[in-house]
Each structure stands twice: as C-alpha cells, then as structure tokens.
T-cell receptor
Framework: GENVGLHLPTLSVQEGDNSIINCAYS??????FIWYKQESGKGPQFIID?????DKRQGQRVTVLLNKTVKHLSLQIAATQPGDSAVYFC???????????FGSGTRLQVQP | EPEVTQTPSHQVTQMGQEVILRCVPI?????FYWYRQILGQKVEFLVS????????KSEIFDDQFSVERPDGSNFTLKIRSTKLEDSAMYFC???????????FGEGSRLTVL
C-alpha cells in the first residue's frame, strides 16, 4: 500500500476496545475538517466531517471532536473491529480555498 | 454505489515522457480534484476544477501539469515531461458542492524510471 509506515505513528488496540486517534492542525483559518480512512492500495475513504461551528459530531460507531482553542481534532471509534485496521488521516480545509490539507496519518492495528 | 474510477491503475514511463491519467468522476458531481501521494508520505493537493476551469492549484502543480475535462464524463491529468520525483500515487476525487464529502478513486500509480 501507499502508507508503508516509514514514520507513521501506530495505534494498536484489541478488537472490541475503543480507539482514539488524534490530530493537530495548523491553520487557524480552517473551518472544515474531515477524517479519512485509507486501506492498503486504495484511495482515501470519507469517514466523518465537522465544521468549525461545532465541537462534536457523531456517526455510526465514530465520533469526531474538535477543539479550536488548541487546534486539535480527534476520531473516536467505538468497539473497534479488524476491518477498521487502516491508516487514518485528518484533513482540514479553509473554505476560502477549496483544497484539503492532509495530516501525516496514524496507522490503526486491530488485534483479534 | 457510484464511484470514481481511474485508469490506468499502474503506469511505468521513462523520464521525459508525457503521461495522461484518466478519471471518471461520479456523474452528478461538479467539483473535481487531483491529489497525489508519494510513497510513505501524506496525500497532497494538486488542483481543483469547477465549471470547466481550474479554481485552485498548489505549488506542486507547475507548468508541466495540466487538467482537462474533454467531454461530459472524463477528467484527465497530463504531465508533459515526467521527472523521477513525479513517481507517486495520483488520486482523482469529486464532490457535489464547494464543501463537503469528497469521493476518491482507487488511484493511478505512476512510476518514472
């Protein structure tokens, strides 16, 4: 796959546990944030998004938290499954320019 | 489920050659993008395209790169004279609005020798 993990932080969890993946962003003008999942050899897959006027958003088994004060974003995955194993990227966008800036990714390994 | 499709899945070319990567975005989408990912690195924005023109491009997208929507379905990325450092996975993406979910294709791997 594309993310051979040369310097990727890795989070290893047991199946059924909750996972928390963190991301720091740099652009205080960013007003839209997205989490993507990338499995080996595939393109990024949208998981969940959040706009800057919110601090929490929930999806199916996933929750995104946004702390604009410290420019921090997190993705919580409940009851992690082996199929959740992938590299997770946060991405930010300043809607003044329609272009996503991706973070460097975190590899999630789910142990059965 | 509709998806973004890209061809070729893998292309090997000699340095200095021209390469065209093709994408078929999702049919009702209006915003189109190219991103690239060098092996082991993060995904990087190249260019966005809307209403038949480039709306945004990064510093990576220099004069060697061009994009085109030659018909109602295809969206292409051309690299005029490839360099070794152009070796990467190139992802096409499309979306319905100026903000919101982007759908990515599976990528085209370009290897420049």
């Amino acid at each position: 796959g594309e993310n051979v993990g040369l310097h990727l932080p890795t989070l290893s969890v047991q199946e059924g546990d909750n996972s928390i993946i963190n991301c720091a962003y740099s652009n205080s003008a960013s007003d839209y944030f997205i989490w993507y999942k990338q499995e080996s050899g595939k393109g990024p897959q949208f998981i969940i998004d959040i706009r800057s006027n919110m601090d929490k958003r929930q999806g199916q088994r996933v929750t995104v938290l946004l702390n604009k004060t410290v420019k921090h974003l997190s993705l919580q995955i409940a009851a992690t499954q082996p199929g959740d194993s992938a590299v997770y990227f946060c991405a930010e966008e300043d809607t003044g320019r329609r272009a996503l800036t991706f973070g460097s990714g975190t590899r999630l390994q789910v142990q059965p | 489920e509709p998806e973004v499709t890209q061809t070729p899945s893998h292309q090997v070319t000699q340095m200095g050659q021209e390469v065209i990567l093709r994408c078929v975005p999702i049919s009702n989408h209006l915003y189109f993008y190219w991103y690239r990912q060098i092996l082991g690195q993060k995904v990087e924005f190249l260019v966005s395209f809307y209403n038949n023109e480039i709306s945004e491009k990064s510093e990576i997208f220099d004069d060697q790169f061009s994009v085109e929507r030659p018909d109602g379905s295809n969206f292409t990325l051309k690299i005029r004279s490839t360099k070794l450092e152009d070796s990467a996975m190139y992802f096409c993406a499309s979306g319905t609005g100026s903000i919101g979910e982007l759908f990515f294709g599976e990528g085209s791997r370009l290897t420049v020798l």
